[in-house]
């Protein structure tokens, strides 16, 4: 059963400074990987998307990196901002039946302090 | 921007009584889920329906639970007699054509059972 961890739980930055998210799959068997942003009490926001042929995907100040054969992906984000405080999701899509699901992380808690 | 909407924003009802949530998906996307997260832990899969019929189901959508596109525009997620343990945010995701394209995600339904 495909498991994802997301390290660390909690982080606390200054603001400008440049930070690595991590993620970790267990099942190499992914389709594609996404990046999510959910803050508190609210719904998910797509970040980015990498599909499992490509390396990574960049947009604006973030970049996400995949390495499938080692179950890993990071999610780097330039000079944060306090508006970048929230809770960062990564989910694999995998294969299930005829369907496809995305399985999910616990999510890194982010604040970005001003 | 096109979006995924849902209603009620909140929901709170007695244990044992029937809840509706609602989704209106993106127009023209063809792929639908359900997702839920109970607070403080991880966005988990429910179903997802395709062609007027669910592609796949989690252990967790038993038969208290059920999926309907009863016209070109919503979805919904019924349950039939709520339990305590099915407190939670609910959400609805869709997809425009391919199984491996962004999961678009409305803002969810939190759900309260008393």
């Known amino acids: 059963k495909q498991e994802v961890t997301q390290i660390p739980a909690a982080l606390s930055v200054p603001e400008g400074e440049n930070l690595v998210l991590n993620c970790s799959f267990t099942?190499?068997?992914?389709?594609?990987l996404q990046w999510f942003r959910q803050d508190p009490g609210k719904g998910l926001t797509s970040l980015l998307l990498i599909q499992s042929s490509q390396r990574e995907q960049t947009s604006g100040r973030l970049n996400a990196s995949l390495d499938k054969s080692s179950g890993r992906s990071t999610l780097y984000i330039a000079a944060s901002q306090p508006g970048d405080s929230a809770t960062y999701l990564c989910a694999v899509l995998i294969s299930s039946g005829s369907a496809r699901q995305l399985t999910f992380g616990s999510g890194t808690q982010l604040t970005v302090l001003p | 921007e096109p979006e995924v909407t849902q209603t009620p924003s909140h929901q709170v009802t007695q244990m044992g009584q029937e809840v509706i949530l609602r989704c209106v998906p993106i127009?023209?996307?063809?792929?639908f889920y359900w997702y839920r997260q109970i607070l403080g832990q991880k966005v988990e899969f429910l179903v997802s329906f395709y062609n007027n019929e669910i592609s796949e189901k989690s252990e967790i959508f038993d038969d208290q639970f059920s999926v309907e596109r009863p016209d070109g525009s919503n979805f919904t997620l019924k349950i039939r007699s709520t339990k305590l343990e099915d407190s939670a945010m609910y959400f609805c995701a869709s997809i425009l054509r391919g199984l491996t394209d962004t999961q678009y995600f409305g803002p969810g339904t939190r759900l309260t059972v008393l």
């Open positions: 127009s023209n996307h063809l792929y």
């Open positions: 099942d190499s068997a992914i389709y594609n």
